[in-house]
Nanobody
Framework: QVQLVESGGGLVEAGGSLILSCAASGSFRFINGMGWYRQAPGKQRELVAR???????NYADSVAGRFTISRDNSKNTMYLQMNSLKPEDTAVYYC????????????????WGQGTQVTVSS
């Protein structure tokens, strides 16, 4: 059973920094694209940043220049370095990954983590 587990959320003052981690566990062959999404109360889930297996990155305009997405393929782990945090960054952050299974009939499925709360106080 493949699982994504986030960690690193918490409460921080505006202007501060946090690092989120997302670790994939279970049996699989390969992780393709990975990404971070967030959902604030009363709002739809939105893309924060994505990274391909080759390391190409893209960011939402609202976080570009402040957040950095990275991944360590040897550890099946993705990170989000968040700097210069603002109150409007407050949300539950979810990691997402497209994971290719093993076996005779491999398939690619999308998985989500359980979410981690990030709260930025003003």
């Amino acid at each position: 059973q493949v699982q994504l587990v986030e960690s690193g959320g918490g409460l921080v003052e505006a202007g501060g920094s946090l690092i989120l981690s997302c670790a994939a566990s279970g049996s699989f062959r390969f992780i393709n694209g990975m990404g971070w999404y967030r959902q604030a109360p009363g709002k739809q889930r939105e893309l924060v940043a994505r990274i391909t297996s080759a390391g190409s990155r893209n960011y939402a305009d609202s976080v570009a220049g402040r957040f950095t997405i990275s991944r360590d393929n040897s550890k099946n782990t993705m990170y989000l370095q968040m700097n210069s945090l603002k109150p409007e960054d407050t949300a539950v952050y979810y990691c997402n990954a497209e994971i290719r299974s093993g076996g005779y009939f491999p398939s690619t499925n999308t998985y989500w983590g359980q979410g981690t709360q990030v709260t930025v106080s003003s």
